[in-house]
């Protein structure tokens, strides 16, 4: 079994930053990806970042260069830093890692709201 924690969501004003961290426990200590995925009011699940176990990121085109994803394997925790917020960042933002085995498993969320 895997357990994810995120943390670092909050209230922020436009143009600020915030940085969500997502602890990875259990059974399984090393994983194909390790990803963030965003669920805006009345919008479906997205996928925001991603980052490979050889350390390869990938990011949705609307966070492009105002959002990094990183990881450290050795604490199994992998973090999004985003700066420059706007408002239709507003969002929960989730947790996900893949297995090797191709299996999935998510955190409960946390909400981040930009808002002035």
């Known amino acids: 079994q895997v357990q994810l924690v995120e943390s670092g969501g909050g209230l922020v004003q436009p143009g600020g930053s915030l940085r969500l961290s997502c602890a990875v426990s259990g059974s399984i200590r090393s994983f194909y990806t390790m990803d963030w995925y965003r669920q805006g009011p009345g919008k479906q699940r997205e996928l925001v970042a991603a980052i490979s176990s050889g350390g390869r990121t990938n990011y949705a085109d609307s966070v492009k260069g105002r959002f990094t994803i990183s990881r450290d394997n050795a604490q199994n925790t992998v973090y999004l830093q985003m700066n420059s917020l706007k408002p239709e960042d507003t969002a929960v933002y989730y947790c996900?890692?893949?297995?090797?085995?191709?299996?999935?498993?998510w955190g409960r969320g946390t909400q981040v709201t930009v808002s002035s």
């Open positions: 996900n890692v893949v297995t090797w085995e191709f299996q999935n498993y």
